[in-house]
């Protein structure tokens, strides 16, 4: 079997090993958990007690031990982690977002062209996204007009979180609006195209210096049509992650409120449909508890079809999203924090 390398064992890197190993136990992925890293190396040794795999003392020494690193420590971390990776030319699949600032977004843009690789912006495969993409840019429904795109999540430094550092400026590169909503604009992206024009405001009420805990990006596109991006990091604390988006074509209004199977709703003149989309069929074959179905399924689909990729092409193949789509992405949010800055002068995409 070929090798997986964990880097960094937190959160996330504790879903994609569990997500990986299901992947494993179900004979689904020819790739096992080999090495995990993590600076704190309680957190590495927790992941492999129960998901396989040896925790390792030292980036350089789970490295040589693995075909593919999974890149997972806090934003700030990516940087150093990739380009030891793309120096053993290992493949890599990298979290999102890719640094804390865009000139370092560059800096791991030039690292990953160089290996097969694929960027954590997972939302892309979610089904329901898929479809809403898909729809607006056949035109279909005539041309998009509108979109609005709310996300709300309580402040990720409690609950589920188990760490602080997206309170640190350094790490994070900023709040809700790179941390969270890149998500959203790389969505946008995807299902509108480039914005001509971007205009952004922040805010900052619960007082961690540079973290904007609101933010909202209005999006000018070519052919006249806007979004409007609301991200907001609050305190209700039974709201873990919550995204609505509705987008308004000539001929259609599509809206839900899921971000991974619907139900998608689309409402034209003539009929109101409302669509629920299916897990991948293997999805089924992973043992896992039905609390943590969709979480596991929304990660290990991405996951596998990143690993596939790499066996069936086993060359310089790229999965999705690539660094260049996320690149975009960044310069979007690079842009309306520059707008922000300014008092919310709208500013070309191109500024950046
Ligand atoms: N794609 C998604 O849906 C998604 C969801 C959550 C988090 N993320 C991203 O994943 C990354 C990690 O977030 P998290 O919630 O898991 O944070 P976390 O704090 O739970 O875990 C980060 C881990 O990285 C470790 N670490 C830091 N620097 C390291 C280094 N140089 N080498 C090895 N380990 C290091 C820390 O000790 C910690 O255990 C962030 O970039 C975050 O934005 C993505």
């Known amino acids: 079997m070929k090798r997986i390398g964990i880097i960094g064992c937190g959160h996330i890197g504790t879903v994609h090993a569990y997500a990986l190993s299901q992947l494993t136990k179900a004979g689904l992925i020819d790739w096992e958990i080999d090495s995990l890293f993590d ?7 927790k992941v492999a ?3 396989g795999g040896t925790p390792r003392a030292s980036l350089d020494e789970a490295l040589d031990h693995c075909d593919v690193a999974w890149v997972c420590t806090w934003t700030d971390g990516h ?3 990739v380009a030891a990776s793309v120096e053993r030319g290992l493949p890599i699949f990298c979290e999102k977002p890719l640094a804390p600032n865009f000139t370092e977004c560059l800096q791991l ?5 160089q290996v097969p690789h694929q960027v954590g912006l997972v939302l892309r495969w979610a089904p329901v996204f898929e479809a ?7 035109g279909k429904y005539g041309e998009a007009q509108a979109a609005i795109f709310r996300d709300d999540q309580f402040f990720p430094i409690q609950g589920m979180y ?20 890149i998500h959203d604009v790389d969505l946008l992206r995807w299902i509108l195209g480039d914005p001509v024009e971007i205009a952004g405001r922040t805010s900052n009420r619960f007082g961690h210096s540079g973290i ?7 999006m000018v596109y070519p052919n006249g049509a806007q979004a409007t991006l609301v991200s907001v990091w609050h305190q209700v604390l039974s709201r873990g992650s919550g995204r609505r988006l509705e987008v308004f074509c000539e001929g259609a209004y599509l809206h839900t409120t899921d971000d991974y199977l619907g139900p998608l709703t689309v409402e034209t003149s003539d009929a109101k449909t409302e669509v629920v989309f299916d897990a991948p069929e293997w999805a089924s074959m992973l043992d896992v508890p039905e609390v943590y179905e969709k ?14 990729g790499l066996d069936s092409q086993g060359g310089p193949v790229c999965g999705t999203p690539h660094v260049d789509d996320a690149l975009e992405a960044h310069r979007i949010v690079e842009v309306a924090y520059r707008s922000a800055a300014s008092g919310g002068q709208p500013l070309p995409f191109d500024v950046a």
């Open 162 to 181: 188990g760490s602080t550092w997206r309170a640190d400026v350094a790490l994070a590169g900023g709040g809700t609006l790179i941390e969270h909503s």
């Open 39 to 45: 600076t704190d190396a309680a957190r590495a040794a």
């Open 295 to 308: 979480a596991i399924a929304q990660y290990a689909h991405p996951n596998k079809a990143f690993l596939d």
């Open 109 to 113: 843009q030039a690292l990953l062209r």
């Open 132 to 138: 809403i993409a898909t729809a607006v840019r056949s």
């Open 212 to 218: 904007d805990d609101i933010a909202t990006v209005q």
């Open 49 to 51: 007690k129960y998901n």
């Open 79 to 81: 940087l150093d982690a």
